[in-house]
T-cell receptor
């Protein structure tokens, strides 16, 4: 069965620290990949997406992710986090013909001011 | 433009009752999908509709059902509520669903079963 793994469940960083959140998926075919963010009390918002082409994807608020097909990975990065980045981050994958997203279990990021 | 609208935002129901949740997609979006979010299980796919047809269904019991209307609005129904059905129910809409489209999520309906 297809699955998505997020290895870090809780991350605590100080402002200005660099961030990398891991995401691995299990599916051998063509995938679409997403990172969503859920700020406290708010709805899920799309940070960035990968459909095809350049495996380095830039999203909103200075986030980027790199698709490494050989490693089935789509890690999220940000060079310098801010207190306002405190949120829960979800990696998701969709595959052809399924019309659904499979989400990872999420990573709670807390940024200390 | 208006986002995905879910009503109501909060619900408290008693075990054994049934509940209906509503979702209005972004204008022009024809695909609507539903997810259940709980602390223990994360986000789990319930079902997806496109042009009033269910194209996929997740691993939930038959007590969970849904439908989509001709204006793309969708409802989901849970019958014979159980305590374990307490969750945040999220609706997402996209232009056509499937590959190479992104989903936009509503704020969710928080269902508490007592």
């Amino acid at each position: 069965a297809q699955s998505v793994s997020q290895h870090n469940h809780h991350v605590i960083l100080s402002e200005a620290a660099s961030l990398e959140l891991g995401c691995n998926y299990s599916y051998g075919g063509t995938v679409n990949l997403f990172w969503y963010v859920q700020y406290p009390g708010q709805h899920l918002q799309l940070l960035l997406k990968y459909f095809s082409g350049d495996p380095l994807v830039k999203g909103i608020k200075g986030f980027e992710a790199e698709f490494i097909k050989s490693k089935f990975s789509f890690n999220l990065r940000k060079p310098s986090v801010q207190w306002s980045d405190t949120a829960e981050y979800f990696c998701a994958v969709s595959t052809s013909g399924t019309y659904k997203y499979i989400f990872g279990t999420g990573t709670r990021l807390k940024v200390l001011a | 433009k208006a986002g995905v609208t879910q009503t109501p935002r909060y619900l408290i129901k008693t075990r054994g009752q049934q509940v209906t949740l509503s979702c209005s997609p972004i204008s022009g979006h024809r695909s609507v999908s539903w997810y259940q979010q709980t602390p223990g299980q994360g986000l789990q796919f319930l079902f997806e509709y496109f042009s009033e047809t269910q194209r996929n269904k997740g691993n939930f019991p038959g007590r969970f059902s849904g439908r989509q209307f001709s204006n793309s609005r969708s409802e989901m129904n849970v019958s014979t509520l159980e305590l374990g059905d307490s969750a945040l129910y999220l609706c997402a809409s996209s232009l056509a669903g499937g590959m190479n489209t992104e989903a936009f999520f509503g704020q969710g309906t928080r269902l508490t079963v007592v």
